[in-house]
């Protein structure tokens, strides 16, 4: 079985360090958890290439830094009305990344189609009549979001160029104990995620869910499992980040000192991730 092994720059412990910048380092990575949005950070070269991830905006809007990639991980709005995807979907289509990949989460009700589960429970959340599923769905995969480069996946494989090659997971909730932790304490991610870790060897994993577990983790294989194995990072390494906007729990609170803080601010910005392609 293989092991991960957690390498995180001393800097980076987002909840106790007041910088400003905190910085995740890799030789082949960066990543900016907080960082002033009037002036993001630079690339750290042209060959470089600009990871921009969100998730759990829920009708939010706020600035975003620009970038090659922008990936959703999911909660575009609060209970999947028209108008709160409306909303989300033009915020999105005029944000100017090359490509921008989302999925939804449990709040979006009307775009889960399993087993007709919007139709037969949208009573719960949506009292008078459903929303008109088709026209959702039309605003997420329509021509109109093609044209700006949206891309909405389901359960699906999706194929860009980009210069760094590798796999990148997009997923709603997290693995199981990676940026999980519910302001309770548990870890509350999924098993059978993290199971699949050790073969998808993804270059970056980007869900959400789980608001409180905001942040960044830098994780290297190691291709053997044995400890003390110094077979350095022959198995390559994994950027894991919790992009949930959403600013409450634990986090929240210690940043904020009167509770929540806007969408996109403190700790809850936009995680940027630089990654470069030595091949
Ligand atoms: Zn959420
Ligand atoms: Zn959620």
């Given at each position: 079985m293989d092991n991960l092994d957690v390498h995180i720059d001393p800097r980076i412990?987002?909840?106790?360090?007041?910088?400003?910048?905190?910085?995740?380092?890799y030789p082949t990575v960066v990543v900016h958890e907080r960082y002033d949005?009037?002036?993001?950070?630079?690339?750290?070269?042209?060959?470089?290439?600009?990871?921009?991830?969100?998730?759990?905006?829920?009708?939010?809007?706020f600035p975003v830094?620009?970038?090659?990639?922008?990936?959703?991980?999911?909660?575009?709005?609060?209970?999947?009305?028209y108008d709160q995807m409306e909303k989300t979907m033009e915020w999105l289509e005029e944000l100017p990344h090359h490509h921008k990949i989302i999925i939804a989460g449990n709040h979006d009700l009307s775009l889960d189609?399993?087993?007709?589960?919007?139709?037969?429970?949208?009573?719960?959340?949506?009292?008078?009549k459903p929303e008109d599923v088709t026209c959702?769905?039309?605003?997420?995969?329509?021509?109109?979001?093609?044209?700006?480069?949206?891309?909405?996946?389901?359960?699906?494989k999706f194929e860009f160029q980009t210069k760094p090659d590798g796999r990148t997971c997009l997923t709603h909730g997290p693995p199981f104990q990676i940026l999980d932790r519910t302001v309770g304490g548990?870890?509350?991610?999924?098993?059978?995620?993290?199971?699949?870790?050790?073969?998808?060897r993804p270059r970056v994993h980007v869900f959400g869910h789980i608001h409180e577990g905001h942040g960044a983790l830098l994780q290297e294989w190691r291709s053997s499992g044995t400890p003390g194995d110094d077979a350095g990072n022959q198995g390559g390494c994994t950027v894991f980040v919790n992009a949930a906007n959403w600013p409450?729990?634990?986090?929240?609170?210690?940043e904020a000192f009167a509770g929540r803080i806007p969408f996109g601010q403190g700790p809850?910005?936009?995680?940027?991730?630089?990654l470069f392609d030595t091949a």
């Open positions: 412990d987002a909840a106790s360090t007041t910088s400003n910048d905190p910085i995740l380092t949005i009037s002036n993001p950070p630079p690339l750290p070269s042209p060959e470089w290439t600009r990871f921009v991830c969100i998730s759990d905006t829920h009708t939010h809007t830094p620009h970038g090659h990639v922008l990936l959703h991980g999911g909660d575009l709005t609060s209970t999947g009305k189609n399993h087993d007709d589960w919007y139709i037969k429970n949208f009573h719960r959340w949506h009292s008078s959702i769905r039309d605003l997420v995969k329509g021509e109109r979001a093609r044209n700006a480069r949206v891309t909405y996946l389901e359960d699906e548990d870890h509350v991610g999924c098993e059978a995620l993290r199971a699949r870790l050790p073969e998808l409450m729990g634990d986090k929240a609170r210690r809850f910005q936009p995680i940027i991730v630089d």
